[in-house]
């Protein structure tokens, strides 16, 4: 068994060792109208062999004749980024968020790498937000600080708005909801720009500020750290540390460490994953800033902070879930446990496709050819074949995968019983609105901000497979596996909305307002003061 494995990960590694050159030529050569036609039969079949509620939001009439009506517009040879173009918006109609597909970009060599590595490009600095309809600076990790506040009027000639047009009509959110798309175009705009336009050297940008235009160019220039020293320059020897400053130097390290995985610390953003203060004076008022429920040991922040909130008998807690992606079930339901004190089912019955969903995705023909290999030797392994067996059942004609959520959940004996605000916007999606959700059907907490990107009766996410189309080299990405709460709401297609909405504009943002936080402090202080 152990030779046949190695065996088999030679042959798979040799296989994958494909000409980046030719791949490079391959996918900015123009592909005939037969070839790209086939990639849209695959990757509809796909779609419908995977994914569990495909139909969910669009009927099965609407898309057959979506993907017919793409075969028919494809009249002329055309390129793997233009044929991007043409898919995405028909992949975007089945409004199902959690379905991405990629665009095609340039491989490089170990040495292109490298020397890539040694430059920024100025552009990817800036961060953007949309709102009012018009794309914005709201903050730069750059040195250049003059665009903050200012609209993004054109790039290469090319009118911002149309741009954000295009890029809003190339993804979806869940079902029928539409504030996922402004706030993730303004997360995401360079990611947009680069599957739009690939790699640029130089960029122009013309701003708007008040009723004046001034343009700036944007270029791939050497990182500051890679900018040499003149060895001319006497070098600073440093002092030699005592033993007991090596020791405290390696404990206080130590302690770092520990606090960057408890937070989950984002290097490239040098930002936590999860945040617990208090604000004012005393201990009335928590708030918590969760950005992503991913990286990080989550249990031991979780623990504490509700510890703290329990010893101080805190009143209020704030739960900030803007710009919150989601992540791991595991992490929500924990919790979850501390916001309740009832018994609860996390997860209504799972639906999948397949008896082996995890085998579906590890044999994805677009994933890295590591999994592939776990994924072709679990196919040889009984044991691991009959455990995924097991865990699945049939009912009423459909499968569904059992997970440990579906069953009665116990809360945490230092559950939170105090007051709970929670505030989201579209950026709120996938594994934070499932939470969302729990805490709206339980009427568990006042929700201010924006309707979820995510929607409240769940999504079809788990674990995902990836197909890669043999002609055009796009990949899609597509869920295997339907998770939801064990409550719905009418009309479906719809996040978890707000009590008290309250939409951003570019004036709170120049002002450094939070309207939806300052709301929330007014609203305490009124109820105090009665």
Same mark, same amino acid.
């Given at each position: 068994?152990?030779?046949?494995?190695?065996?088999?990960?030679?042959?798979?590694?040799?296989?994958?060792?494909?000409?980046?050159?030719?791949?490079?030529?391959?996918?900015?050569?123009?592909?005939?109208?037969?070839?790209?036609?086939?990639?849209?039969?695959?990757?509809?079949?796909?779609?419908?062999?995977?994914?569990p509620k495909l139909y969910q939001y669009t009927t099965k009439e609407v898309l057959d004749f979506k993907f017919d009506s793409l075969k028919t517009a494809i009249t002329a040879p055309i390129t793997s980024r233009d044929f991007y173009k043409k898919l995405s918006p028909v992949v975007a109609q089945i409004k199902q968020g959690? +379905?991405?597909?990629?665009?095609?970009?340039?491989?490089?060599?170990?040495?292109?790498?490298?020397?890539?590595?040694?430059?920024?490009?100025?552009?990817?600095?800036?961060?953007?937000?949309?709102?009012?309809?018009?794309?914005?600076?709201?903050?730069?990790?750059?040195?250049?600080?003059?665009?903050?506040?200012? !609209?993004?009027?054109?790039?290469?000639?090319?009118?911002?708005?149309?741009?954000?047009?295009?890029?809003?009509?190339?993804?979806?959110?869940?079902?029928?909801n539409q504030t996922?798309?402004?706030?993730?175009?303004?997360?995401?705009?360079?990611?947009?720009?680069?599957?739009?336009?690939?790699?640029?050297?130089?960029?122009? +940008?013309?701003?708007?500020?008040?009723?004046?235009?001034?343009?700036?160019?944007?270029?791939?220039?050497?990182?500051?750290?890679k900018v040499k020293k003149n060895d001319s320059i006497a070098r600073i020897v440093a002092k030699k540390s005592t033993k007991e400053e090596k020791q405290q130097n390696r404990l206080e390290a130590k302690k770092k460490r520990k606090e960057h995985k408890k937070r989950g610390y984002i290097a490239s953003k040098k930002e936590y994953t999860r945040n617990f203060d208090f604000i004012g004076t005393d201990s009335a008022v928590a708030y918590m800033k969760i950005r992503a429920f991913s990286n990080g040991n989550y249990k031991k922040f979780y623990k504490e902070s509700f510890k703290v909130l329990d010893s101080l008998k805190?009143?209020?807690?704030?739960?900030?879930?803007?710009?919150?992606?989601?992540?791991?079930?595991? !992490?929500?339901?924990?919790?979850?446990?501390?916001?309740?004190?009832?018994?609860?089912?996390?997860?209504?019955?799972?639906?999948?496709?397949?008896?082996?969903?995890?085998?579906?995705?590890l044999l994805s023909n677009g994933n890295p050819t590591v999994l592939k290999v776990f994924g072709v030797l679990s196919t040889i392994e009984p044991a691991t074949l009959a455990f995924q067996y097991l865990k699945t059942k049939k009912k009423d004609g459909k499968i569904y995968f059992k997970m440990k959520y579906n069953k009665i959940r116990k809360p945490k004996n230092l559950n939170y019983k105090g007051q709970l605000y929670v505030i989201t916007n579209g950026n709120?999606?996938?594994?934070?609105?499932?939470?969302?959700?729990?805490?709206?059907?339980n009427n568990r907490a006042v929700f201010v901000g924006e309707e979820t990107g995510?929607?409240?009766?769940?999504?079809?996410?788990?674990?995902?497979?990836?197909?890669?189309?043999?002609?055009?080299?796009?990949?899609?990405?597509?869920?295997?596996?339907? +998770?939801?709460?064990?409550?719905?709401?009418?009309?479906?297609?719809?996040?978890?909305?707000?009590?008290?909405e309250i939409l951003p504009n570019i004036e709170d943002r120049n002002l450094h307002k939070d309207p939806e936080l300052d709301w929330i402090l007014n609203t305490i202080n009124t109820n105090e003061k009665l």
């Amino acid at each position: 068994m152990k030779k046949q494995g190695l065996l088999l990960i030679v042959l798979m590694l040799l296989m994958s060792c494909g000409s980046i050159k030719k791949y490079n030529e391959h996918i900015t050569q123009l592909h005939s109208v037969e070839d790209l036609r086939r990639d849209v039969d695959k990757v509809y079949k796909q779609l419908q062999q995977n994914h569990p509620k495909l139909y969910q939001y669009t009927t099965k009439e609407v898309l057959d004749f979506k993907f017919d009506s793409l075969k028919t517009a494809i009249t002329a040879p055309i390129t793997s980024r233009d044929f991007y173009k043409k898919l995405s918006p028909v992949v975007a109609q089945i409004k199902q968020g959690h +379905i991405s597909l990629g665009s095609v970009s340039k491989r490089y060599t170990k040495k292109e790498k490298k020397a890539l590595k040694t430059r920024k490009f100025e552009f990817y600095d800036l961060d953007f937000e949309y709102l009012d309809d018009k794309l914005w600076v709201v903050g730069t990790k750059g040195k250049d600080s003059t665009v903050i506040g200012n !609209e993004v009027f054109k790039i290469d000639n090319e009118l911002a708005t149309d741009l954000a047009k295009q890029y809003k009509t190339q993804f979806a959110s869940d079902g029928y909801n539409q504030t996922l798309h402004n706030r993730a175009l303004g997360n995401s705009f360079s990611i947009f720009y680069y599957k739009d336009k690939g790699f640029l050297d130089s960029l122009k +940008i013309e701003f708007k500020q008040k009723d004046s235009l001034f343009t700036k160019t944007f270029r791939r220039i050497l990182k500051d750290d890679k900018v040499k020293k003149n060895d001319s320059i006497a070098r600073i020897v440093a002092k030699k540390s005592t033993k007991e400053e090596k020791q405290q130097n390696r404990l206080e390290a130590k302690k770092k460490r520990k606090e960057h995985k408890k937070r989950g610390y984002i290097a490239s953003k040098k930002e936590y994953t999860r945040n617990f203060d208090f604000i004012g004076t005393d201990s009335a008022v928590a708030y918590m800033k969760i950005r992503a429920f991913s990286n990080g040991n989550y249990k031991k922040f979780y623990k504490e902070s509700f510890k703290v909130l329990d010893s101080l008998k805190t009143k209020n807690l704030i739960l900030d879930l803007r710009d919150n992606g989601g992540g791991r079930i595991a !992490e929500v339901d924990y919790l979850y446990s501390y916001l309740t004190d009832n018994e609860y089912v996390f997860l209504a019955p799972v639906e999948v496709n397949s008896r082996f969903p995890y085998l579906k995705y590890l044999l994805s023909n677009g994933n890295p050819t590591v999994l592939k290999v776990f994924g072709v030797l679990s196919t040889i392994e009984p044991a691991t074949l009959a455990f995924q067996y097991l865990k699945t059942k049939k009912k009423d004609g459909k499968i569904y995968f059992k997970m440990k959520y579906n069953k009665i959940r116990k809360p945490k004996n230092l559950n939170y019983k105090g007051q709970l605000y929670v505030i989201t916007n579209g950026n709120s999606f996938s594994a934070s609105s499932l939470l969302s959700t729990h805490l709206k059907a339980n009427n568990r907490a006042v929700f201010v901000g924006e309707e979820t990107g995510g929607a409240y009766n769940g999504c079809v996410a788990g674990i995902y497979k990836i197909y890669e189309m043999p002609t055009s080299k796009l990949k899609i990405r597509m869920g295997l596996m339907q +998770i939801e709460a064990p409550y719905k709401q009418t009309p479906d297609g719809y996040g978890v909305k707000p009590d008290i909405e309250i939409l951003p504009n570019i004036e709170d943002r120049n002002l450094h307002k939070d309207p939806e936080l300052d709301w929330i402090l007014n609203t305490i202080n009124t109820n105090e003061k009665l």
